[in-house]
């Protein structure tokens, strides 16, 4: 009888227990649930939120809004622009007034030889080394605007007539050349690296049975 009297108890304190376990489980379990619906209603009304249309006037405020960002950037574009062009014209005009600044600077040494050359000549009494003087000078030039400048002076005595690089203005028959040919430099002429900038005006001589081709060149 004792036995079972105290195995009845045991098993009355397990259900005690298990009771109590599960008195106090649902309680916790109602709570989490509750916390979680919470969390659910306000993702759904955030949701909901972000959702919800614009009304026409909010619409109205955003694209104007959009519209005085777009113009505000257009003008400071415009602005920029309008900068830069007015730089540029600048530059390019300083470029224009002062291309010829080194060109100028290699002649002004050249300008002060030929004064003092005109001071010595004025006291000196021997012409041949006055005019020494003025062909180094001219010779200076000459070989400064060669060698730095790419301008060369070429001759055409000897040479065939080339329209290209000649301008006739004589003409002279002779029975010793078959071609037209230089005869005489009236005045030289100049290129430029490989440009002709001013032709050699000269005089020709033209076989007398060929065609006045120079004789055509001079009179026009």
Same mark, same amino acid.
């Given at each position: 009888?004792?036995?079972?009297?105290?195995?009845?108890?045991?098993?009355?304190?397990?259900?005690?227990?298990?009771?109590?376990?599960?008195?106090?489980?649902?309680?916790?379990?109602?709570?989490?649930?509750?916390?979680?619906?919470?969390?659910?209603?306000?993702?759904?009304?955030?949701?909901?939120?972000?959702?919800?249309?614009?009304?026409?006037?909010?619409?109205?405020?955003?694209?104007?809004?959009? %519209?005085?960002?777009?113009?505000?950037?257009?003008?400071?574009?415009?602005?920029?622009?309008? $900068?830069?062009?007015? *730089?540029?014209?600048?530059?390019?005009?300083?470029?224009?007034?002062?291309? $010829?600044?080194?060109?100028? %600077?290699?002649?002004?040494?050249?300008?002060?030889?030929?004064? *003092?050359?005109?001071?010595?000549?004025?006291?000196?009494?021997?012409?041949?080394?006055?005019?020494?003087?003025?062909?180094?000078?001219?010779? *200076?030039?000459?070989?400064?605007?060669?060698?730095?400048?790419?301008?060369?002076?070429?001759?055409?005595?000897?040479?065939?007539?080339?329209? $290209?690089?000649?301008?006739?203005?004589?003409?002279?028959?002779?029975?010793?050349?078959?071609?037209?040919?230089?005869?005489?430099?009236?005045?030289?002429?100049?290129?430029?690296?490989?440009?002709?900038?001013?032709?050699?005006?000269?005089?020709?001589?033209?076989?007398?049975?060929?065609?006045?081709?120079?004789?055509?060149?001079?009179?026009?």
């Amino acid at each position: 009888m004792l036995k079972q009297d105290t195995q009845s108890e045991k098993t009355d304190d397990n259900c005690t227990e298990i009771d109590e376990s599960s008195t106090e489980n649902p309680a916790e379990a109602r709570a989490e649930q509750e916390v979680s619906g919470q969390s659910e209603e306000k993702a759904a009304e955030a949701d909901g939120e972000a959702e919800k249309p614009l009304t026409p006037e909010e619409k109205i405020a955003e694209l104007e809004k959009q %519209l005085a960002e777009t113009r505000d950037q257009l003008l400071r574009k415009a602005a920029d622009f309008e $900068n830069f062009r007015k *730089r540029m014209n600048q530059e390019k005009q300083n470029a224009i007034e002062f291309a $010829n600044q080194s060109l100028l %600077l290699d002649i002004i040494p050249v300008i002060d030889d030929f004064e *003092r050359a005109i001071q010595s000549g004025e006291k000196a009494a021997d012409l041949n080394a006055f005019i020494e003087g003025i062909r180094m000078i001219e010779k *200076r030039l000459t070989s400064q605007l060669e060698s730095k400048w790419g301008l060369k002076r070429f001759n055409s005595v000897g040479e065939t007539f080339d329209p $290209n690089m000649h301008e006739a203005l004589m003409v002279e028959k002779s029975p010793e050349v078959t071609e037209a040919v230089v005869k005489e430099d009236l005045v030289r002429g100049y290129i430029l690296k490989d440009r002709v900038i001013r032709s050699a005006k000269v005089k020709v001589l033209m076989p007398e049975a060929a065609p006045q081709a120079a004789a055509s060149a001079a009179s026009e």
